[in-house]
C-alpha cells in the first residue's frame, strides 16, 4: 500500500495551500480565506458578497462559505451559476468551487471541473495534477494513467511515470480484476522501468521504486 499511496497521493485543496498562491490584486480573497480559518464566516460571506458578482474568486469563495455555513441549498446553487458560465481555469477559482462540490457529494462535477479546466489549458501542469488526483478521487484509474502520461508528455518529469505506474497496480488488483490486468500491469511496468532508468537507474533509484516494481512482478506471477 505504500507505494501506491505515496505516488499517486495528492493534497486536497486547503485553505492555507490556497491563501499561498493568492496573487497581487487578491487581497479580498485573502481576506475571506483568513476570516474561514478563524470560522468567522459571517464576516467571509459579507466580503465575499460584496465583489462576488465581478470577481469569479469571491464567487468561488462564496460557495464555500455557505457550505461552511450548512446553507447547502444556497451553496449548491451559488455553484450552478458559476457552472453555468464557462470551463473554469483558474485554479484560484476551482480550487473553492471544486472544494465545494465534493463537500456536497457532487464528485462527479468536481472532476469534470477540473477536467474541463485542463483540456482548455493544457500546457498547464498544475492543473494536471489536480485533475489526477480527481480521478484518483473517483478511483478511475485509467483516466489517472492517461492524464499522468500526458503530463510526462509535456514535462519528462519521471514523477508522473511513477504516477502511472502505481495507478496500473490499484486498477489491475483490483477486485474484480479488469480484462486487461495483464497488459495494464506491463504498462505500468514498462513506465516504472523508464523512471528508474532516467533517474540513473537501479544504483540510484529509491528504495520505493523498487518496492513498487517487485509489486508490479507479483501481481504479473512473476514471484521471484
Known amino acids: 500500500a505504500a507505494p501506491r499511496e505515496s505516488h499517486l497521493a495528492e493534497s486536497s485543496p486547503s485553505l492555507h495551500g490556497q491563501r499561498g498562491r493568492t496573487t497581487t490584486g487578491m487581497e479580498a480573497p485573502q481576506r475571506v480565506y483568513d476570516a474561514l480559518d478563524a470560522r468567522n464566516y459571517k464576516t467571509a460571506l459579507k466580503l465575499c ?20 455555513m450548512r446553507r447547502n441549498q444556497e451553496a449548491s446553487q451559488a455553484c450552478d451559476e458559476l457552472l453555468q458560465k464557462h470551463a473554469w481555469t483558474d485554479e484560484n477559482v476551482l480550487a473553492p468551487l471544486t472544494m465545494t462540490l465534493n463537500a456536497l457529494g457532487r464528485d462527479v462535477e468536481a472532476t469534470a471541473c477540473w477536467a474541463d479546466g485542463f483540456a482548455a489549458k493544457p500546457s498547464d501542469v498544475g492543473l494536471g495534477r489536480r485533475v489526477c488526483a480527481a480521478h484518483a478521487r473517483e478511483g478511475d484509474w485509467p483516466k489517472v494513467r492517461a492524464v499522468a502520461a500526458l503530463l ?5 518529469d519521471g514523477s508522473y511515470l511513477r504516477r502511472f505506474a502505481a495507478a496500473a497496480l490499484v486498477e489491475a488488483t483490483a477486485l474484480p480484476p479488469p480484462p486487461t490486468k495483464l497488459l495494464t500491469l506491463k504498462l505500468g511496468d514498462k513506465m516504472l522501468e523508464r523512471a528508474i532508468a532516467e533517474s540513473g537507474g537501479y544504483a540510484r533509484c529509491s528504495a520505493e521504486d523498487v518496492e513498487l516494481l517487485a509489486s508490479l512482478r507479483e501481481a504479473q506471477g512473476d514471484g521471484p
Not at 470577481?55 to 469563495?61: D, F, G, M, Q, R
Open 152 to 156: 510526462y508528455k509535456g514535462t519528462k
Open 49 to 68: 458578497e460584496k465583489n462576488a458578482k465581478k470577481n469569479p474568486v469571491l464567487a468561488a469563495l462564496r460557495c464555500l462559505t455557505l457550505q461552511r
